[in-house]
């Protein structure tokens, strides 16, 4: 394939330390591929691997030449990030994201495909009988209402990364500078006629999830803080009802004092209610600092991502 041939379908497929999955990946994405009957490129990306991800890709660029591109990121920058720069280095008409430990299956990309040639400019999925871990599951239907009310958007799943988009979508993507992202919520945003699917899912049968308990956190933190302010509003309101709450019991006391006298008593309920205001003080502090740290990020202008070379790019 020339640089000037037209590209249809580009599959993005960010690599984080995948090496026991990576061969069983290929045997079954790129029969798939083939049976397209379309014109497509793979774009893999290493995300700082230090295992033999990296080797084991570059194979697949020398098999299959002017098909498969690897951008090699010089550390790891996450899989967020990592799409992104699969975003700017294809050409497809469609793009299709997925993970690389085939917990989504390949097979399924041409149910994806199919959807885009009915018109929906962004194909979603739902991961039907979800084979993770049950804490993963139960923490993800929370993350996924809290983050619809808080947002405003509407997604069911917002962990499948399998999911396809209209060149039109990629192209706004690829306008965002951000530095914290969650891809499926900034393409629901810019979706006009979007569309959400059940796929398969199967278990991970190599390797660990990248994702520790605390990564996972963060994730969601950058999901909420990048698509909604309703946490700052929060703060504001909860910061008023407390004062007014307070404002009444002061009252209450005035009152108390001037028919029955001061008051001497109650120390450990005075306690109490410091320890919990207090709390409540930490919480809105941390809430409101983690969009200063953003802002903070944001206006250092560090890259988001550093490239090492791109494989396979004529
Ligand atoms: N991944 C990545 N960088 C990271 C973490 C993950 O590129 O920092 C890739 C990983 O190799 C996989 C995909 O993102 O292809 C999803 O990761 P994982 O399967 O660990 O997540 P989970 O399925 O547990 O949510
Ligand atoms: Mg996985």
Redesign the pocket.
Known sequence: MTGSKKVDVSVV??????EE?LPALFERLFPVMEGLGKNWEVVF?N???KDRSLGLLLECVEKYPGKVKVVDFNG????HM?IIAGFSASRGEVIVT????L?NPPEEIPRLLEQIEKGHDVVGTIRKFRQ?PIF?KIASKIVNFITNKITGLNLHDY?C?LRAYHRRIVDLINECPESTTFIPALAQKFAVNPVEIEVKHSE?VQ?????SLF??IRLNFDLITSFSMAPLQAVTMLGIIVAGLSLLFSIFLLIRRLVVGPEAEGLFTLMTINFFLLGITMFCIGITGEYIGRIHQEIRRRPRFIINKVYGDE
Do not use: C, H, T, W
Not at 76 to 79: D, I
């Open positions: 497929i960010p690599v984080y330390n995948e999955s990306i995300d700082g691997s790891n920058f996450g899989q990592a997925m993970d690389a430990d917990q993770d993963r962990g990364m991970r390797g660990k999830s990248k994702y990564r996972l």
